[in-house]
T-cell receptor, first 110, second 114 residues
């Protein structure tokens, strides 16, 4: 069965660089959620989109932005990266009460 | 303030023994409740969820959870643990109008001994 696809799976960046993470939801899923999970931490909700519009906002830093495109894929753009941004970034897609998390992108900031 | 508490950071059980992982929440209204499991370096897998109705919820892999409104709890149980159940377990809570914008607990790490 199709799953949520996230790319890249691993990413290494230097401080102050930018990064773009991509999420491809399950076909026909109309909602995307982004989460950040620091080392040994619980996932923190960042932001979500429904039908290409921002639907909810969590603890997303101002340095981050995100959008959902017409094909429902979403991108999380991160600028001025800091060491503390090193984390696993999950995307989840949902349709009504069905949700599936992606495998995550592991971002390491050096 | 809204919060999710998993009182046990680590739990060790013997293979074949029963398991109960605790989760308490503090929300103004009855929220949506979830349990997720995460193996090291892996994604989050939904075990079960509660929206409304029957307070005893059956999930995958033989897990169940019971919603107790009076105790603001949603404890996860399994009658007989297998070594493959060793993982991190997260309780998560959401508001009915926020879909899957969830507030996760800090997690409980389960170790299964032979």
């Amino acid at each position: 069965a199709a799953g949520v696809i996230q790319s890249p799976r691993h990413l290494i960046k230097e401080k102050r660089e930018t990064a773009t993470l991509k999420c491809y939801p399950i076909p026909r899923h109309d909602t995307v959620y982004w989460y950040q999970q620091g080392p040994g931490q619980d996932p923190q909700f960042l932001i979500s989109f429904y039908e290409k519009m921002q639907s909810d906002k969590g603890s997303i830093p101002d340095r981050f932005s995100a959008q959902q495109f017409s094909d429902y894929h979403s991108e999380l753009n991160m600028s001025s990266l800091e060491l503390g941004d090193s984390a696993l970034y999950f995307c989840a897609s949902s349709l009504r009460d069905s949700v599936l998390f992606g495998p995550g992108t592991r971002l390491t900031v050096l | 303030a809204q919060s999710v508490t998993q009182p046990d950071i680590h739990i060790t059980v013997s293979e074949g023994a029963s398991l109960e992982l605790r989760c308490n929440y503090s929300y103004g209204a009855t929220p949506y409740l979830f349990w997720y499991v995460q193996s090291p370096g892996q994604g989050l897998q939904l075990l079960l969820k509660y929206f409304s109705g029957d307070t005893l919820v059956q999930g995958i892999k033989g897990f169940e959870a019971e919603f107790k409104r009076s105790q603001s709890s949603f404890n996860l149980r399994k009658p007989s643990v297998h070594w493959s159940d060793a993982a991190e377990y997260f309780c998560a809570v959401g508001l009915p109008n926020s879909g899957y914008a969830l507030n996760f607990g800090k997690g409980t790490s389960l170790l299964v001994t032979p």
